[in-house]
């Protein structure tokens, strides 16, 4: 094989690992439960404490309000806004 060929094949061999990995994130989301963490006292990445939730939804409501129909088996969601479901 030519220098050139192989430089080609290992390129096309690189782009389909890589189109295959970007399907798999798309397809199956493995690293979707880092974007809202279950630990902890307040909503996820938005806020750490109920004080801090309270202050910080005041303002941000539409975010809380989207956390809180993402999760809600949340308690402090009932605590924001109510007990609504």
């Given at each position: ?8 094949v290992i390129i096309l ?73």
């Open positions: 094989m030519q220098r050139d060929t192989k430089i080609g061999v690189l782009a389909i690992l890589a189109l295959g990995f970007v399907l798999y994130m798309n397809v199956y989301e493995p690293l979707a439960f880092l974007d809202n963490p279950l630990v902890g006292e307040g909503l996820g990445t938005l806020c750490v404490s109920e004080e801090k939730c309270i202050d910080f939804c005041h303002n941000n409501k539409g975010r809380c309000d989207a956390y809180c129909r993402e999760n809600p088996s949340n308690e402090l969601c009932d605590i924001l806004f109510g007990g609504r479901k």
